[in-house]
């Protein structure tokens, strides 16, 4: 069931996953080695936000802070720090605008993708500058027509 959970994209609350697991992960600390059942606790419930963040970042293109938190059962300042953990380690693309608490998810764009849209700009400038080239020497002609008698 947990399984299932993780790999669907959908949020999964953490409060109500760990009320449903907490009491296998404390049988887990009687057993031999089970002292790693905190630790375990802590690397689920990373995951678990990991997994939630992802699934937001592929619902959402723009989302406000406060609202991530909410999906994340996180307060404002630990979901920052997940998603920026996130972002830094190239996890996904996301921009987060502080002063209006807002984030921006993007898709990864591959070269080609990127160069194709700087070619386009270029393409457009250039025929900006041809127009703009052509209706100076129009101008130039018209006003030299006008000074001859």
Same mark, same amino acid.
């Given at each position: 069931?947990?399984?299932?959970?993780?790999?669907?994209?959908?949020?999964?609350?953490?409060?109500?996953?760990?009320?449903?697991?907490k009491d296998e992960f404390e049988k887990e600390?009687?057993?031999?080695?089970?002292?790693?059942?905190?630790?375990?606790?802590?690397?689920l419930k990373l995951r678990i936000i990991e997994?939630?963040?992802?699934?937001?970042?592929?619902?959402?293109?723009?989302?406000?802070?406060?609202? #991530?938190?909410? +999906? !994340?059962? *996180?307060?404002?300042?630990?979901?920052?720090?997940?998603?920026? &953990?996130?972002? @830094?380690s190239k996890a996904l693309i996301a921009k987060?605008?502080?002063?209006?608490?807002?984030?921006?998810?993007?898709?990864?764009?591959?070269?080609?993708?990127?160069?194709?849209?700087?070619?386009?700009? #270029?393409?457009? +400038? !250039?025929? *900006?500058?041809?127009?703009?080239?052509?209706?100076?020497?129009? &101008?130039?002609? @018209?006003?030299?027509?006008?000074?001859?008698?």
């Amino acid at each position: 069931m947990l399984l299932k959970q993780v790999v669907t994209m959908e949020v999964i609350q953490w409060t109500s996953l760990w009320n449903k697991y907490k009491d296998e992960f404390e049988k887990e600390k009687s057993m031999v080695g089970g002292s790693l059942g905190d630790k375990a606790g802590e690397d689920l419930k990373l995951r678990i936000i990991e997994h939630n963040i992802l699934v937001v970042s592929k619902y959402y293109s723009r989302i406000t802070l406060k609202r #991530l938190a909410e +999906l !994340l059962c *996180l307060s404002i300042e630990e979901a920052e720090k997940h998603l920026s &953990e996130m972002v @830094v380690s190239k996890a996904l693309i996301a921009k987060i605008d502080r002063p209006s608490g807002i984030v921006c998810f993007q898709v990864s764009k591959d070269s080609n993708e990127i160069l194709n849209s700087w070619a386009v700009n #270029l393409e457009k +400038l !250039l025929d *900006l500058v041809e127009k703009s080239c052509h209706q100076i020497h129009k &101008e130039t002609m @018209v006003h030299k027509a006008a000074l001859r008698p």
